[in-house]
C-alpha cells in the first residue's frame, strides 16, 4: 500500500500566491481558498511575493494592486518576468485606463474589490482549467514543470532536489545575473542562514548540470556569487 505523505499531497495541490498587504482581507481570502482545497501562500508585500514566485513557481497568483513597497504596474511586469501562471488583479478601482495597462503588462483577468467569494472562485477554477498546471515554462534550454516541481534541460529531467530546484529557480529569474551567496540564502532560508548548506546544495547542483552537460552553465564568481545561464553563449 502506496502512503501519501503531506508534503506529496501539498505538491499536487494546486499552488495559489496571494500578494495582499491588507491582514483581514488576506486572512479572510486565505481560508476561503484553502477550505477549496488549494495551497496558498500569503505574502504581505511585493517584494515578498516576487520572492515566493520565483522560489517556488504558482500556479496563479492573485494581486493586490495597492501594495506598500512597489507600485502594482512593477509587480505586474516583474512577475510576468518570473513565470506564465495566470495573474488576477484584484482591484478597488473599475477604470478602463488602468484595466487595459494591466492587461498589457501581462494581467489575465480583473476582480473588483469588495468581491463576492463565489465569484473570484469561480474565476481561479477557470483559468486554472484554461492555463493547465502542467505547461512548462522554459527558459533558453531549461524547461521549468510548475506542476510537477521539477526542472529539465533539453528534454533531460535533472533530478533536483526542493532546494536544488529553489536555488536554479531564482538564478534562472535573472539568467545570467550574478546573485550574490547572501541573497540566495535570504531567498532560500528567509529565516535562517547556512552558509555551508548552500555550499553543498550548489555543488550538487553543478553534478546534475554536469550530467546533461550544462555544468559550465552555472558560473561562480569568487567572493561575487553565482550565475545560471540559461544557454551556452554564441562562439563567434
Ligand atoms: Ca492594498
Given at each position: 500500500?502506496?502512503?501519501?505523505s503531506p508534503s506529496t499531497d501539498q505538491l499536487q495541490r494546486p499552488h495559489l500566491l496571494l500578494i495582499e498587504d491588507d491582514r483581514d482581507v488576506r486572512r479572510i481570502l486565505c481560508d476561503e481558498?484553502?477550505?477549496?482545497?488549494?495551497?496558498?501562500?500569503a505574502s504581505p508585500t511585493a517584494e515578498d511575493g516576487l520572492h515566493c514566485a520565483a522560489l517556488h513557481p504558482p500556479d496563479l497568483i492573485l494581486l493586490d494592486l495597492g501594495l506598500p513597497d512597489l507600485p502594482g504596474d512593477e509587480v505586474t511586469r516583474q512577475l510576468r518576468r518570473l513565470t506564465d501562471a495566470p495573474?488576477?488583479?484584484?482591484?478597488?478601482?473599475?477604470?478602463?485606463?488602468?484595466?487595459?495597462?494591466?492587461?498589457?503588462?501581462?494581467?489575465?483577468?480583473?476582480?473588483?474589490?469588495p468581491y463576492d467569494?463565489?465569484?473570484?472562485?469561480?474565476?481561479?477554477?477557470?483559468?486554472l482549467r484554461r492555463h493547465g498546471r502542467?505547461?512548462?515554462?522554459?527558459?533558453?534550454?531549461?524547461?521549468?514543470?510548475?506542476?510537477?516541481?521539477?526542472?529539465?534541460?533539453?528534454?533531460?529531467?535533472?533530478?533536483?532536489?526542493p532546494t536544488e530546484l529553489a536555488i536554479a529557480s531564482?538564478?534562472?529569474?535573472?539568467?545570467?545575473?550574478?546573485f550574490s551567496r547572501?541573497?540566495?540564502e535570504r531567498l532560500i532560508w528567509p529565516?535562517?542562514?547556512?552558509?555551508?548548506?548552500?555550499?553543498?546544495?550548489?555543488?550538487?547542483?553543478?553534478?546534475?548540470?554536469?550530467?546533461?552537460?550544462?555544468?559550465?552553465?552555472?558560473?561562480?564568481?569568487?567572493?561575487?556569487?553565482?550565475?545560471l545561464l540559461s544557454d551556452h553563449p554564441e562562439r563567434g
Open positions: 500500500m502506496t502512503q501519501t481558498l484553502a477550505l477549496e482545497g488549494f495551497h496558498v501562500h495573474i488576477v488583479v484584484l482591484t478597488a478601482t473599475d477604470a478602463l485606463q488602468e484595466r487595459v495597462r494591466q492587461l498589457s503588462l501581462g494581467a489575465n483577468d480583473f476582480v473588483m474589490k467569494p463565489r465569484e473570484l472562485l469561480a474565476r481561479v477554477h477557470a483559468h502542467s505547461a512548462p515554462l522554459h527558459i533558453g534550454r531549461f524547461a521549468l514543470h510548475r506542476g510537477e516541481h521539477r526542472l529539465s534541460f533539453d528534454g533531460h529531467d535533472l533530478g533536483l532536489s531564482a538564478l534562472l529569474s535573472e539568467p545570467g545575473q550574478l547572501e541573497h540566495l529565516d535562517h542562514t547556512c552558509r555551508n548548506a548552500l555550499n553543498v546544495h550548489v555543488s550538487h547542483l553543478r553534478s546534475k548540470l554536469a550530467a546533461v552537460g550544462a555544468g559550465d552553465l552555472l558560473v561562480s564568481v569568487r567572493r561575487s556569487g553565482l550565475a
